[in-house]
């Protein structure tokens, strides 16, 4: 106990360590007039709590755009991490937080952090929020589609798995692999659980794989109520595999990845091929 007090009193009189500060409560109330008398009265914008919070992780995870701004451009560390491992771009694509996230992006934050065995990425968070904007934001920035998370495994997983369609939506025009598995499990099995026949129709059109199995053996309709819609919408479609247009759509946007939608943009195309390519059908 006297090496923690003593190694606590150190730490604080180099102004690396602190508990919570009048700085994090102006930040965490989004009180801008406050927190900006605070910084000019000489307070540092890089205290941190013992979890390594700072004041810019306090006003992203609430939201506060303006908060966030004054502590940037007073010096706060745009990529600090929390004991956890997240960062401030983290925190405001958990909040849902355009303004936060597009603000720190300006000031240099990385949209594809590190990822630890405690935290996901900002395209992670994002879905898991389920804020298109968001998502659409970290995927135009250059947020890996395939980053994989130790609990969620890819973006597109925990999107499904937590019924953000649109998220979906996004993730598979942008290039994302349908069929990506963790421990066998597939986007399609997610969409079978939360029994969302859009999603799992979704899917199928970019060339979910309706026979996977996972580690148990199970096939996405096992993880349906039989007489359910999405028993029945996954039944169809294992007995009637995608025609030959629609596999052609596949494979061209296979080969073509992520560039997809940009190589695209760039041919003269008809409207109705265009559209067809892009799944406009289902925007």
Known sequence: MEVTAARRSFLCDIGSWADRTALHEAASHGRALQLKQLIES???????????????????????????????????????????????LCNACAAGSLQCAK????YGAKVNPSLTALTASPLHEACI?????????????????????????????IACAKGRVECVKELLKAGANVNSVKFHETALHHAARVH???????????????YASDNLGRKPIDYTTP????????????????????LCRIVLRRMLGTRASDVMDRLHLSP???????????S
């Not at 298109?132 to 495994?153: C, N, P, Q, Y």
């Not at 969302?196 to 309706?210: H, R, T, W």
């Not at 007489?227 to 629609?246: I, K, R």
């Open 196 to 210: 969302l026949v859009d999603m799992i129709e979704l899917l199928v059109e970019f060339g979910a794989n309706v």
């Open 227 to 246: 007489s359910s819609p999405a028993y029945s919408c996954l039944g169809f479609y294992e007995s009637n595999p995608l025609n030959l247009q629609q």
């Open 42 to 88: 000489g307070a540092s914008v890089n205290m941190v709590t013992v979890d390594n919070i700072t004041p810019l992780h306090e006003a992203c995870i609430q939201a506060h755009p303006n908060c966030a701004r004054l502590l940037l451009e007073a010096g706060a560390q745009v990529d600090i991490r929390t004991i956890h491992g997240s960062t401030p």
């Open 272 to 282: 109705r091929i265009y559209g067809y390519l892009q799944f406009c059908d289902h």
């Open 103 to 106: 603000l720190l992006l300006e």
């Open 129 to 157: 929020q389920g804020n298109v904007e968001v998502v659409r934001l970290m995927i135009t920035s250059g947020a890996k589609l395939e980053a994989f998370d130790v609990h969620f495994g890819p973006p597109l997983h």
